[in-house]
């Protein structure tokens, strides 16, 4: 017997718990932290690249222990961070009092976000759109966000994992873009969003994620045009 789609906030509540009991140990993993300075250096470059001169105001959704917005803010960009999993932001918070950043993280829900409109000229989210029950909800309010002109810049890729594992044992049905995407899916997604001039390049260097990449990783930015 097929089982009856779980309520968006059920799903949620799923993956928070999830989330929270990974965040202690989630800058360990590889492809998760960053752990040498060789490997600092290369992701800076990457941002630096996709982000453009000039200090601009940016809002990192599914910001997890803080690993992308330390980066950006290393980069001399306001940054603020929202992510679902409280275990994870208390993490993120953490490591900027130590390195002296300034940005404020807090915890949100990066489909329906406690942001004014147009307040940030970009969005940043790293390996989010899996976790989604309703990522195209998710992609119409960041446009929200972000101002006209501004651009929504992702880390994806495309997993395939052979078996769903802790609670996503209960609930990847329940997430359209569970394992990710190939990009020019991915990419039609957010044409069909509104979102224009969206290009991506792959992320395949193993100094990137810490080991040879497993999974088929890419960078992509659409534009604001509303």
């Not at 996709?50 to 803080?66: K, V």
């Not at 002109?149 to 802790?166: T, V």
């Amino acid at each position: 017997m097929t089982r009856p789609p779980r309520d968006g906030n059920s799903v949620k509540d799923l993956v928070r718990r999830h989330w929270n009991s990974r965040a202690e140990t989630f800058d360990e993993e590889p492809q998760h932290g960053i752990h040498t300075g060789e490997q600092r250096d290369r992701w800076l470059t990457v941002l630096r690249n996709w982000t453009g001169d000039g200090r601009r105001r940016i809002l990192d959704i599914g910001c997890g222990t803080g690993v992308i917005s330390l980066l950006l803010a290393e980069l001399g960009h306001d940054v603020v961070g929202v992510d679902f999993a409280p275990e994870m932001i208390d993490r993120a918070r953490a490591k900027a009092r130590q390195t002296g950043h300034s940005i404020g993280f807090h915890r949100g829900d990066a489909e329906v976000l406690g942001v004014l409109d147009d307040a940030v000229e970009l969005i940043t989210a790293r390996h989010l759109v899996w976790t989604l029950p309703n990522p195209t909800v998710a992609i119409q309010e960041w446009q929200r966000v972000v101002e006209p002109g501004g651009r929504i810049l992702l880390i994806e890729g495309y997993w395939n994992h052979s078996e769903p594992w802790d609670e996503y044992e209960q609930m990847h049905d329940d997430l359209p873009m569970y394992n990710g995407r190939p990009p020019d899916e991915l990419r039609e997604v957010l044409e069909q969003q509104g979102l224009s001039a969206v290009t991506y390049e792959p992320l395949t260097e193993s100094i990137l994620w810490g080991r040879e990449p497993h999974h088929d990783y890419y960078i992509m930015s659409g534009k604001v045009t509303r």
